[in-house]
């Protein structure tokens, strides 16, 4: 019996999508608004982490109210919708997401960015067909991703977890991919440093083209040409 081919699940912000200096610049606008001082690039990468009010008490010393976060996460959409009008797929991406469909392997989009939103930027750029799936959140945003890739992998048919890695940029990637029976490979060009990143022990790569050289080691094999 013929093995599954390798999968890929990719996250979209900060690794497909760089919209990194989106983040940065929407972030500080919302700080702007509740009185926080504004943040650098290096110090969001290592204090940013999932579920995101527990970004906020690294940087207020406490949990925000409920009252507080709705307005936090209400203000930072607001802004990061303005500001990721610039922004568009991370060097090398189509080239890479072509060419792993174009070898046999198969990949899908999994991520915490609203679906509704998602799906019509993926459209946009031109990638959708290179994807088996594409899925976005669809409830209150703030949460963790593993419930959600669990969820994701058992929906996808021939898809083995054995044989699928998980490409993201942030710790929370790589928790989801253990919980769900899936390998991980974790990109430096989004919301962490490298350093935060290494902890989880999954690969840390500077490149997606390094991310799915790895992911093909990790899968088990190149997906048949």
Known sequence: MRKPAAHIVWDWNGTLFHDIDAVIAATNSAFAEIGLEPI?????????????????????????????????????????TAHRVGCGLAD?????????????????????????????????????????????????SGGSKSAHMVRHLAGLESVDPGRTVVIGDAVDDAVAARDAGAHAVLYTGGSHSRRSLAVTGAPVVDSLAEAVQVAEELAGSRPSR
């Open 40 to 80: 650098t690039l290096e110090r969001y990468r290592e204090l940013y982490c999932v579920p995101v009010p527990r970004f906020y008490e690294r940087l207020m010393g406490r949990l925000p109210t409920e009252a507080e976060w709705l307005v936090m996460d209400a203000a930072f959409h607001r802004h990061y």
């Open 92 to 140: 090398g991406a189509e080239t890479l997401l072509e060419s792993w469909q174009a070898a046999g392997g198969s990949q899908s989009i999994l991520s915490l960015f609203g679906h509704d939103e998602l799906i019509p930027l993926v459209r946009g750029l031109g990638i959708a067909p290179r994807f088996v799936r594409v899925e976005g959140r669809t409830g209150p």
